[in-house]
């Protein structure tokens, strides 16, 4: 506990901080205890789900649940656990709730955080080290009374890795949630609350890995038990009570949640309002933050960085950033070195995002102007999708890729003029600068080697009309930083191209002048043009996407035919004060690429 003179500041939680570790530590705690209520008693779904962005406190939200309902399975009666954590929470003054829902369910407490990997079967390794997990924490029920002893060989098998990862038991690991389930009814004839955290990370990492598939058969197999909630049994002997489940991206129902009915899913978009501030901080709580710390002058350096996102109808505050700046801050007040207070970047290091930036090779000119659009502090009209298969990501269809930016928390919706339409934009300075490093600097890195940039070398090899070193350099480029992947794709796979040298030029600043991409010349639209720095060496670039190899000749001699008949590099050859003009056809199929230059002066 920090203090200083007469007055007393908790410690602040760290990240990973538990409900009980903050509350036995005495740690701030923002109360959203009277949502235990809400959730449960108030809203009639079986299943519910809260989609929110990262860092908004989810996971701490469904630790403090679990905290509340958790039966003492030594001695039922008992909630002395309860009474201590929760003594002068908000909830407590609901004497009548609390009498019926406090420390009276077996829970079920689970994050799918942990199954992910570079392939499948290091993923499906995360959900059998789950499993085992889960069966150790019951295994007090193998001396059940009430169970069968078949029951209690299979809970035994459960806890043993050589026999979860033999693939003939694969039904029992799959039906795991399901079984713990039955036998704690059971055993303590009371329903279940089953509580599932980070539910979509398992199919986020299996897109980008490439086994999507599998890990939804195996994903929908292990929820199968969602499927046999109250409304689809008799309600007097299902084992689940209620489901409640976080993530980021609402999954299509057609995916995990087939076969399940009773889901109410409440998003960033939703209009419940009884849950718009259940995850999250609202205006009042953050103003209640900063004054209890002898920070509220700073409100408005506090609302500018990291403020302006709107869930439905109410003003939220990322609780990461609000925190951190006040734990990293509150100390200078104290010790009148106000100077050193200013905002930071606390997301940036949190937000990046494989799925987004493998949509980036593929912004065409108009979603280019979107995005500037975005940057220069405007709000932008988008379709949203807001039920999606992770899978679907790879078509890398424009909406797609709005509605990740704004369940990610890069955009918030400020308005929706008609029903799948948002008026979106950045929320904030500091989302500002993470969207700047990461979505509109996104190729950077990627031609990044050692100090000098490839991009450098493939653009004076265009200046130096050499169409072999510029074909050698740009096929190393793609095959060591573009992916199969990416070809698959409802938008034109030009496009991807067209973004992938965008990228490329744009780090060439000190080597070319006049820089043009899409832009109006002689009887149409050229891709690109730019001259050296001196601006006596022009180069004209036409690209053309092809479905297979054998046509990478001809699209490369139609690329530089285009050129001439549209009359590209009319200007550039009248020009006198230019000496050279390069014109150059780059064809691409997949990741190859063929490069043909005719001097043109």
């Known amino acids: 506990m920090q203090m200083t003179g007469s007055m007393k500041y908790k410690l602040l939680p760290a990240g990973g901080d538990t409900y009980s570790e903050i509350i036995t530590k005495n740690k701030y705690y ?195 038990v969602l499927k046999s909630t109250p409304k689809n049994t008799n309600e007097d002997t299902a084992p689940i009570l209620k489901v409640v489940m976080t993530g980021c991206l609402k999954v299509a129902k057609n995916s995990i949640f087939t076969g399940v009915n009773n889901v109410v899913v409440n998003t960033v978009l939703n209009t419940q309002t009884k849950f718009t501030s259940i995850i999250g901080f609202n205006k009042e709580e953050t103003k209640k933050v900063l004054e209890d710390y002898n920070l509220r002058e700073y409100e408005d350096m506090v609302k500018e960085n990291y403020d302006g996102y709107r869930f439905y109808n109410e003003e939220m505050f990322c609780p990461w950033d609000v925190i951190n700046f006040v734990a990293e801050n509150y100390e200078h007040k104290l010790n009148g070195t106000e100077s050193d207070i200013k905002p930071v970047n606390y997301w940036n290091a949190t937000s990046s995002s494989k799925i987004l930036q493998e949509y980036l090779g593929y912004l065409n000119k108009t979603i280019r102007e979107k995005l500037q659009d975005l940057v220069d502090g405007k709000s932008i009209e988008v379709k949203i999708n807001d039920s999606m298969n ?28 008609s029903k799948n339409n948002y008026l979106v934009k950045i929320p904030n300075k500091e989302i500002l600068e993470c969207f700047n490093t990461n979505i ?41 930083y573009v992916s199969t992947r990416d070809f698959a794709t409802k938008s034109n796979p030009e496009n991807f191209y067209q973004g992938f040298l ?63 008949e549209k009359k590209y590099a009319e200007s550039y050859i009248k020009d006198s004060s230019i000496r050279h003009v390069y014109t150059y056809g780059i064809a691409f199929s997949n990741k190859y690429c063929r490069v043909k230059v005719e001097t043109l002066k």
């Open 440 to 480: 509109t600097e996104c190729f950077n890195d990627m031609v990044k080697e050692g100090p000098d940039f490839k991009a450098v070398n493939i653009a004076k090899a265009l200046l130096n009309g050499d169409e072999d070193k510029v074909e050698d350099l740009l096929s190393e480029v793609i095959l060591t």
């Open 502 to 564: 965008s990228g490329i030029f744009v780090n060439c600043k000190d080597v070319i002048s006049d820089y043009k991409s899409n832009a109006e010349a002689g009887l149409g639209y050229l891709d690109f043009a730019f001259k050296d720095d001196s601006g006596k060496t022009a180069v004209i670039i036409e690209i053309k996407s092809c479905a297979s190899t054998d046509e990478l000749l001809n699209a490369q001699k139609n690329a530089l035919e285009q050129i001439k």
């Open 30 to 224: 923002v109360d959203k205890t009277s949502y235990l209520r809400s959730v449960f008693a108030e809203d009639g779904s079986s299943v519910l789900l809260f989609t929110r962005p990262r860092r908004f406190g989810k996971t701490l939200l469904m630790d403090m649940f679990a905290d509340f309902f958790r039966l003492n399975y030594i001695n039922p009666s008992d909630t002395s656990f309860q009474q201590k954590r929760f003594k002068d929470k908000e909830i407590m003054k609901d004497k009548v709730f609390v009498d019926n829902f406090m420390g009276q369910f077996p829970v079920i407490f689970i994050s799918l955080k942990d199954i992910k990997g570079i392939n499948y079967d290091i993923a499906k390794g995360g959900l059998i080290n789950l499993v085992k997990g889960l069966a150790r924490n019951y295994s007090f029920l193998q001396k059940s009374e009430v169970l069968t002893e078949d029951e209690k060989f299979d809970l035994k098998n459960l806890c043993s890795d050589a026999y979860l990862k033999d693939p003939i038991n694969q039904n029992n690991l799959t039906s795991a949630l399901s079984f713990l389930s039955s036998c704690l009814y059971k055993h303590f004839k009371r329903q279940v609350i089953l509580l599932i955290d980070e539910y979509d990370v398992p199919l986020a990492k299996a897109a980008t890995g490439k086994y999507h598939e599998e890990m939804v058969e195996l994903i929908s197999s292990f929820l199968g």
């Open 390 to 417: 992770y899978d679907d990501l790879k078509l890398h269809d424009p909406d797609d890729f709005f509605s990740l930016l704004l369940h990610t928390g890069y955009l918030t919706a400020v308005g929706n003029p």
